[in-house]
């Protein structure tokens, strides 16, 4: 179908309304905001458990959950983090900003784009059902393994397993599809005189993020499914007394979780990338070699798995290449943040609540990045590993990486969502509740990795505690903060000041030239290029 | 003319993707012996080695035979109601000659049990050096009730064992064979030692909040 | 250069210094508790080597970002340099900052890379004392195969407020210092790993794997570790002592836990006949060691997970069904066959024991060759 038929085609049906609107939505629009409402929600249940478990870790002595609900929450608090919160999130700002930015008039494949919003649901309900089934007469132990689910643990846990693995099948296949329509959509459906050098980095964060998805997903589907069989079909891959082997488990998937992170760092590094050029009011520094880290972090990523397993035994050479790789990672990384800092650098910067996010995530991660040259030297992570230093760089890492950069793209891009800018002072009051919450609960952590204390464990000795008092207040502080953001969402829907189309000062893009709200049908006609 | 060279397009697309499901469906089944071949580049350990002695000689060249110490080590995993030593602790051995050694099992257990022994061998890099000739490793031994057995292992360190090498370890790993045996000999053996009850509901359901003061008292 | 500029230098230069210093003074304080093997020494020199380089680079990125937010803002009325990327620094950057940081990577790696083979590479020594790590759920096994000995270790229970809450074990691993030790890691069931900081030791205890690791502990003490790899419930009670001793102690300790494991053999065949207040003395301590978490130290149970033995049926009735359940076990509950786990002594003893306490008065006395099992 040309262009044309299309456009007339579409033109002629009447905006669907009701439940069907949503059911059966094929427009990109109203799929991105399903898709952040859902990640929303998940947000609050995934911090609700991590709240439990500061709660139960504020003292010494196991006071609230038992020990195999303690690490059930553990599991639940990662795979809902990063499955229902952190991925949900960037695939709704996808599916709302690629077309805007590139001047299409949708996602390439529209019903595609709906079955891929969809099966988030029905994989959240699998996960509850996961949670809620050991409690049922004959269910079996919670899903006590941590979010990495090891054999042969795991081939003990009872029946939740099972649904937690039926949920990562449903979340894995959820966003291959979505990844297929983004590339197809970014390579196929560009405004003619949009070069692939042209794009926002936003676009260019997630083309990376797309490829990466297609590739590891299949993977950890194939390693969960081997799990399947090893616990209900009588097959060994896992099981040692088989012929098998627990450690390829952890193999696939580590080559799954590593370039997971990126995927979960990418995006969010895309839209820190539009902000501070926005709001410095100069173009981002560094445009070609942004998009060449991003691609070198993609490719390499997928190369340095088993630095998650440097105690299982590997031989000297096998440690020494993991260890080489994954310190030659910063090099992309940081020029990435390079780039970002260049052009806040003598550029015209104003601080409202989007940048001052871009700014808390530039020094933050880069000390989550620092804290990582630093688990990635084999001698040291002989201490580090499985111990709260580790966990404490990983939350340095993915929450100014990846949850500070949605928070942030939220906040940029609400006014054009919705028509109506949010409240700055309250964006501002989240916004610093938030990184002195955040920085209270992760710092210590650090200091008692160092000291000793392993991860995942539901009680600590005396020694351990003053830094777990300090941790957890932190997080209390910092998981009710974000009572501050549902209440400045709900308050920007409603109504408020409106916001024009460019809506920022230093905006550039197509996404500015539409109004705020764009129309149901964002370009009818392609845009021209400049 | 633009409806047919789309047919024709998707001829081609569809006779690619086929080829390349193919491809994938061969590789498969490729893998098992491409496995096996990566794990003798890598080094790592694998079940087999079945030489007769003739090959294990043939392997070696030209290097002087010396004297190494070879190791026996054994461990009984949780769920197996065996018993498994070997019945000599460590042995001198000249390389490139064979050796016996008899490890005797018995099941403890009042039915019989199936169970499979994996060997390892330290350091890692002398793997490819010891050659197993005839190993009860190579399948799984089903021992009847109380029954006791000697099991052999014969082998040859091979001349080409790097002369940085002196001492061997050969630990073999028992495993009951059968899950469902596995949990009902688990609960029985080891757990109660760990004074908690929970341990003992290990597989029924676990409270969802309780505390655990009154058991330290 | 405006005062300014110089004053901030002057700042970030102090800064600079003192983070170096703090590195120095916050040894043991914030930081890796004392080592005691060359191992965990390297390991903590490369340590505060690369929180030395990471310090300064903090230092200069904070330091750059702090003073662009002050000085290239709008509201001081900054107008932005939109020709910034055609200077020299424009366009060499994507060259130099991947040069320097692929300069401070080497030179991490190549620090890191000695100790490492150092770590790894076993050293070929003739005599290496070997013990193998065995982990179990949730307990430690430790095996001195040159020795014969074995101990098992497991956590004591503690209240919370104790200093060696869940850092403490009936049975310590008592090694001798000075000495290259060989370890062997296994697991008996899941994947557990065997952590001890102050040796600079962790290493994944996989069934089905055996591991090595290695050390030489330079001084007299005792050093704490914890399980590492998350092994299900009771994950956070798996603590690691280990007792470092001179090699005469050691030798000692040996033949100590030689003999123990020599009488408690002899104990348990041997044919003596055994009266009332033996067996319940015995029988006690096997009770509350064995039985009473389950059904608590006055025999009343947790109904209706636990049956009561004060006043039960089956204790205060025909003999032969008291024994065949303790012996054999009850299916499908977590009553276990004990004949598995008890020798006949330890098994008459708690018979008897239960048949008599707690107003069971039933008078009998059973002898452990009353529970002769066919092995």
Not at chain 1, 330 to 348: C, D, E, K
Not at chain 2, 116 to 133: C, E, G, H, R, S
């Amino acid at each position: 179908m040309t262009n044309e038929a299309v456009l007339h085609s579409h033109i002629e049906h009447a905006k669907p309304t009701g439940w069907r609107r949503w059911v059966c939505s094929t427009n990109h629009k109203d799929i991105g905001t399903m898709y952040m409402i859902f990640a929303l929600i998940m947000l609050f249940l995934g911090g609700a458990s991590a709240l439990v478990i500061r709660a139960e870790l504020f003292m010494p002595g196991i006071q609230l959950t038992s020990p195999d609900l303690y690490n059930s929450l553990v599991t639940n608090h990662a795979l809902i983090m990063v499955f229902g919160a952190v991925m949900p999130a960037a695939a709704g700002m996808a599916n709302w900003m690629i077309p805007l930015m590139i001047g299409a008039q949708d996602m390439a494949l529209p019903r595609m784009n709906n079955l891929s919003f969809w099966f988030l649901p029905a994989a959240a309900i699998m996960l509850v059902l996961a949670f809620i089934v050991p409690f049922i007469p004959g269910g079996g132990t919670m899903v006590n393994t941590g979010w990495t689910l090891y054999p042969p643990l795991s081939l003990q846990v009872g029946m939740s397993m099972d649904f937690l693995i039926f949920t990562v099948h449903l979340l894995g296949i959820s966003s291959i599809l979505a990844s297929i329509n983004i590339i197809v959509t970014i390579l196929g459906n560009r405004a003619p005189g949009m070069t692939l050098m042209k794009m926002p980095i936003f676009v260019w964060s997630w083309l990376v993020t797309a490829f990466l998805l297609i590739l590891i997903m299949p993977i950890l589907a194939g390693a969960v499914t081997m799990l399947l069989f090893d616990r209900n079909f009588g097959t060994s891959f896992f099981n040692a007394a088989g012929g098998g082997d627990p450690v390829l488990f952890q193999h696939l998937f580590w080559f799954f979780g590593h370039p997971e992170v990126y995927v979960l760092l990418l995006p969010s590094m895309g839209i820190v990338g539009s902000i501070i050029a926005t709001f410095s009011r100069k173009p981002l520094f560094g445009y070609r070699s942004t998009v060449f880290s991003m691609m070198s972090i993609g490719l390499i990523g997928m190369l340095v798995w088993a630095h998650h397993q440097y105690t299982i035994g590997m031989s000297l050479g096998a440690v020494t290449y993991f260890m080489i790789g994954t310190i030659l990672i910063s090099i992309p990384v940081g020029l990435m943040i390079f780039n970002f800092i260049a052009t806040m650098w003598r550029g015209s910067m104003t601080f409202e609540t989007p940048m001052l996010f871009a700014i808390g995530i530039i020094l933050m991660f880069s000390f989550g990045g620092f804290t990582g040259v630093m688990v990635a030297v084999i001698p040291g992570d002989i201490q580090y590993h499985d111990s709260m230093f580790v966990v404490a760089h990983f939350h340095y890492a993915l929450i100014p990486g990846a949850l500070f950069g949605l928070l942030a793209g939220v906040f940029y891009w609400i006014p054009k969502w919705t028509g109506y800018m949010y409240d700055e002072k309250l964006g501002k009051l989240f916004f610093w509740t938030s990184i002195i919450g955040f920085n209270l609960t992760f710092f210590p952590q650090h200091f008692l990795g160092l000291a000793g204390m392993p991860r995942r464990i539901v009680d600590y000795n005396l020694i351990f505690t003053e830094f777990n008092v300090i941790s957890s207040i932190g997080a209390f502080i910092y998981g009710l903060s974000h009572l501050i953001f549902l209440y400045i969402i709900i308050k920007t829907i409603r109504g408020g000041k409106k916001a024009d189309g460019k809506v920022w000062e230093g905006a550039k893009g197509l996404e500015w030239e539409l109004s705020s709200p764009p129309e149901f049908h964002s370009w009818p006609e392609p845009p021209e290029i400049k | 003319m633009k409806r047919e060279s789309n047919v024709k397009n998707n001829k081609r697309t569809v006779i690619v993707l086929t080829g390349i499901v193919i491809v994938m469906f061969s590789f498969g089944f490729a893998m098992s012996p491409l496995y096996t071949l990566f794990c003798d580049l890598a080094g790592i350990q694998t079940l087999g080695g079945n030489f007769t002695i003739e090959q294990a000689e043939f392997k070696d060249t030209g290097k002087q035979s010396r004297h190494v110490r070879v190791k026996f080590d054994s461990t009984i995993t949780r769920g197996l109601p065996w018993e498994f030593t070997p019945t000599i602790k460590e042995i001198k051995v000249k390389t490139g000659e064979p050796n016996n050694v008899i490890f005797l099992a018995k099941n403890l257990a009042n039915e019989s049990i199936v169970a499979q022994a994996i060997p390892n061998i330290l350091p890692w890099d002398a793997n490819t050096y010891f050659n197993k000739v005839e190993c009860f490793c190579f399948q799984k031994q089903l021992l009847e009730a109380q029954e006791s057995k000697e099991m052999l292992i014969r082998f040859v360190v091979s001349t080409s064992l790097p002369d940085k090498i002196n001492s061997l370890t050969l630990s073999y790993t028992v495993m009951n064979a059968d899950t469902d045996s596995v949990k009902k000999y688990s609960n029985k053996k080891r757990i109660e030692k760990v004074k908690n009850y929970l341990t003992d509901i290990y597989f029924k359901e676990i409270p969802l909040f309780y505390s655990l003061d009154k058991e330290t008292s | 250069m405006s005062s300014f500029i110089k004053l901030f230098f002057k700042i970030t230069t102090t800064l600079f210094l003192f983070v170096y210093c703090i590195n120095v003074f916050a040894e043991y304080g914030l930081n890796f508790p004392e080592p005691v093997t060359d191992n965990a020494r390297d390991i903590y020199d490369i340590h505060m080597n690369t929180v030395r380089i990471i310090s300064a680079l903090l230092v200069v990125v904070f330091s750059i970002v702090i003073y662009s937010i002050i000085f290239h803002r709008k509201s001081v009325g900054y107008k932005a340099d939109q020709e910034f990327h055609k200077g020299v620094f424009g366009r060499w950057a994507w060259v130099l900052v991947p040069v320097l940081v692929l300069g401070v990577d080497l030179g991490i790696a190549g620090k890191a890379e000695r100790v490492l083979e150092n770590l790894w590479l076993i050293p070929k020594d003739e005599n290496m004392m070997d013990v193998k790590v065995i982990g179990h759920q949730w307990w430690w096994e430790y095996e001195y195969i040159d020795h014969g000995v074995t101990v098992e270790s497991r956590y004591i229970p503690k209240e919370p407020s104790d200093d060696l809450y869940l850092r403490d074990v009936d049975n310590r691993l008592v090694l001798p210092i000075n000495t290259k030790i060989r370890f062997l890691h296994t697991s008996a069931d899941v994947i557990h790993s065997f952590w001890v900081p102050q040796l600079g030791m962790k290493k994944d205890a996989i069934a089905g794997y055996i591991t090595e690791t290695w050390a030489d502990i330079n001084k007299e003490g005792i050093y704490r570790g914890q399980c590492a790899e998350i092994c299900g419930a009771w994950h956070a009670r798996m603590p690691i002592v280990i007792e470092a001793v001179n090699q005469e102690k050691f030798n000692d300790w040996v033949a100590q836990q030689k003999n123990i494991m020599l009488a408690k053999a002899e104990e348990a065949s041997s044919d003596k006949e055994w009266n009332m207040d033996e067996l319940m003395e015995k029988g006690r301590s096997v009770y509350n060691k064995h039985c009473s978490a389950c059904h608590q130290l006055e025999g009343e149970g947790l109904v209706p997970a636990f049956p009561a033995l004060k006043g039960s049926k089956i204790v205060n009735g025909p003999l032969d069904e008291h024994i065949k359940i303790v012996l054999e076990g009850k299916v499908s509950t977590g009553m276990p066959a004990w004949s598995n786990l008890l020798n006949e002594l330890e098994l008459a003893a708690v018979i008897t024991y239960e048949r008599n306490a707690w107003g069971n008065n039933t008078g009998d006395i059973i002898q452990p060759s009353d529970v002769k099992t066919s092995d």
